[in-house]
């Protein structure tokens, strides 16, 4: 894919949604930090309606570390894997307290050290909590990367770095969730929605729908 259609498939998102958000429910970087951790093979709905029952009651690494495992795991057993997530997020908030002064660090090695954070975890605190140039690529942004020719990449480091590469700079701070939201609800998995996309001229894919 050449430098102008890029250009033109993230003007045309940019003019749709001019202040692209996450669909994670935060206040602070701290609760953004424990809702990307809880929202690991899980949808965003489902991690929204139980940090909705948490935050009001914990939200701080302090306030957390003081449920424990089990009292934290009443609040987030909707939530697949919630058992393995708490003790994630406990030993998390311990670290946040014991080594950060409890304020998230805007650094990736640092939050990369805490327990349930990995690289893509990491990219959205960054980018999304402190504004930082990061390319979070989860199934989604992996999938419309390679689809539509966007960035293609055999792994997800690959697609991060052709993303970071490739992204006109215009748009990159937001890129992460025009691409994120693009794969969500127009370019699906199984079928992907082709009679209804903004980019359908522009994407390189071959196998296109007539699905609305």
């Known amino acids: ?20 958000k996450t669909e994670l429910a935060y206040s602070t970087p701290f609760e953004l930090l424990i809702a990307v951790i809880l929202s690991a093979q899980s949808t965003d709905v489902g991690v929204n309606k139980a940090t909705a029952k948490l935050f009001p009651v914990a939200n701080t690494p302090e306030a957390i ?6 009292g934290l795991s009443e609040y987030i057993k ?4 919630y058992n393995s997530k708490a003790k994630n997020v406990i030993e998390a908030c311990r670290m946040l307290v014991e080594l950060h002064g409890s304020e998230v660090p805007q650094d990736r090695e640092a939050l990369e050290a805490l327990p349930g954070v990995g690289r893509k975890t990491a990219n ?12 979070a690529v989860d199934t ?6 390679n689809r539509t020719g966007i960035a293609p990449g055999k792994t997800v480091v690959e697609v991060e770095k052709a993303l970071m590469k490739f992204v006109p700079k215009a748009y990159l701070l937001d890129a992460h969730h025009w691409l994120i939201l693009h794969g969500r609800y127009v370019c699906q998995a199984r079928k992907p929605r082709c009679g209804s996309c903004l980019i359908e001229d522009l994407c ?9």
């Open 1 to 20: 894919m050449n430098a102008a259609k890029r250009l033109e498939i993230f003007r045309r998102w940019h003019e749709e949604n001019p202040e692209p």
């Open 65 to 70: 570390y003081a449920l424990g495992v089990e």
């Open 78 to 81: 909707t939530i697949g894997l």
């Open 124 to 135: 959205v605190v960054l980018n999304t909590a402190f504004r930082q140039l990061t390319m």
């Open 140 to 145: 989604h942004i992996f999938r419309v990367s």
């Open 204 to 212: 390189e894919y071959k196998h296109k729908t007539s699905d609305d």
